[in-house]
């Protein structure tokens, strides 16, 4: 069953579903990428995903794309209002993450909302048109947790490495993640089932 529920954050009201289970192990929360929503096929794997191996989920929609707004708006608020909707929903041992700009969101947050792992779905380590000396490596280096990155192989982005706390998984298909649902399915199931 799902709950809709509307929360106050610095910014404006944040959208959140949340997917319950009983006797939850964790709770993931996710959020979107810049012009998207939570009802990009990726999120919907990872959470179903999730749910299957005893986690609850909340997909949490930014202020900017509750109030119909498509262009995203600077980080500080995004963060902002993540951090806030991560504090109100008050669940145990939380792991947070997105897909594309929802999972830099979760990685520049990850100690500030006391994340126990991040979960990438489609990080965009290339900003669109940078040199490829202009990475966001710095965002997932930052995370002191375990993570996952979940990449499409021919993703424009870019392709993050792995490290000993975060592990890449490479899909097929690009920053969509539209294509190897399956394989996506498995890889967030089995680190999650891992990580509780």
């Not at 500030?112 to 490596?137: D, I, M, N």
């Not at 997932?140 to 870019?158: I, N």
């Not at 890889?187 to 509780?196: E, R």
Request: hydrophobic share 45%; charged share 25%; aromatic share 4%.
């Amino acid at each position: 069953m799902t709950d809709v529920r509307e929360l106050e954050t610095p910014h404006g009201i944040a959208r959140v579903r949340l997917h319950e289970v009983d006797n939850a192990r964790a709770a993931l929360i996710l959020g979107h990428g810049a012009g998207g929503g939570v009802a990009a096929p990726d999120l919907v794997i990872a959470a179903k995903a999730a749910n299957d191996v005893g986690a609850s989920v909340a997909l949490v929609e930014q202020p900017y794309r509750v109030a119909g707004r498509r262009s995203s708006p600077r980080t500080a608020q995004l963060d902002a209002a993540w951090t806030s909707v991560v504090e109100q929903l008050s669940l145990d041992r939380v792991i947070t993450g997105g897909r594309s700009a929802g999972a830099r969101v979760a990685c520049r947050t990850a100690a500030e909302t006391g994340s126990v792992g991040v979960l990438c779905l489609a990080f965009p380590l290339l900003p669109p048109g940078a040199a490829p000396e202009k990475t966001r490596q710095g965002e997932l280096d930052a995370v002191t947790v375990p993570m996952l990155v979940v990449q499409g192989e021919r993703d424009r982005f870019g392709m993050p490495t792995a490290s000993k706390t975060r592990e890449v998984v490479k899909v097929a298909g690009d920053h969509g993640l539209k294509k190897d649902r399956e394989r996506i399915a498995e890889a967030v199931g089995a680190w999650l089932d891992g990580l509780f």
